[in-house]
């Protein structure tokens, strides 16, 4: 089984993009989100845990692993990174690319990093701005990219298969 971690920061998108992968394969870890000023729930929900979903493609098998966004759920990273063939980087258009470059700089110090299929998915297109120093951060991570709504679902499944392919080639 060839192992695709799926990582970024809260709310890129992570969730829906590995969901619409097979959605009936789908095993998540998410929980309701809590407005702590009100303690009334929020109708969002955010991820706690690992989460995961499969894909079969000319023979082999995938599994797409996604970890939280959140800060305090950062020691899920480190378990997970152990092992993987490929990593897919989801960042939102609008926020800060720091945000992008500090979950690099975290997967990129791991063992498995150099050999792995890499990719950045920029989510929310419908954004209405993006920070100018986004394409500069892209530049300079030197990963092939490309912009994605996760809520998309063939398009997801094609970005899930070119990885998979990807990772099949070398
Ligand atoms: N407008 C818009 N909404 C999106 C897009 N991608 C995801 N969403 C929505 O954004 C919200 C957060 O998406 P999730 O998939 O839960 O994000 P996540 O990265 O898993 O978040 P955490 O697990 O909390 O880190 C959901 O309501 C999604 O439907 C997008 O490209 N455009
Ligand atoms: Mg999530």
Redesign the pocket.
């Known amino acids: 089984m060839k192992k695709v971690i799926v990582c970024?920061?809260?709310?890129?998108?992570?969730?829906?993009?590995?969901?619409n992968i097979d959605p009936e394969k789908f095993a998540g870890t998410?929980v309701d989100?809590i407005d702590l000023s009100s303690f009334l729930e929020r109708g969002?929900?955010?991820?706690?845990g690992v989460?995961v979903n499969f894909l079969s493609l000319d023979g082999y098998e995938f599994m797409f692993m996604?970890v939280?966004?959140?800060e305090r759920f950062d020691f899920i990273w480190e378990i997970a990174g152990g092992n993987f063939d490929g990593i897919v980087f989801?960042h939102?258009s609008h926020e800060d690319p720091k945000s992008l470059e500090r979950v690099i700089n975290f997967f990129s110090k791991l063992q498995p990093y150099e050999k792995a299929v890499k990719r950045i998915l920029i989510?929310?297109?419908?954004?209405a701005q993006n920070p100018r120093s986004l394409l500069t951060t892209l530049k300079n991570v030197n990963i092939p990219f490309e912009v994605?709504?996760?809520?998309d679902r063939s398009r997801v499944r094609a970005a899930a298969e070119s990885i998979a392919k990807e990772i099949i080639a070398t």
């Open positions: 970024g920061r809260y709310n890129a998108g992570k969730t829906t993009f590995i969901k998410e989100e969002t929900t955010t991820t706690v989460e996604g939280p966004g959140q989801l939102p989510t929310f297109p419908d954004a994605i709504d996760p809520r």
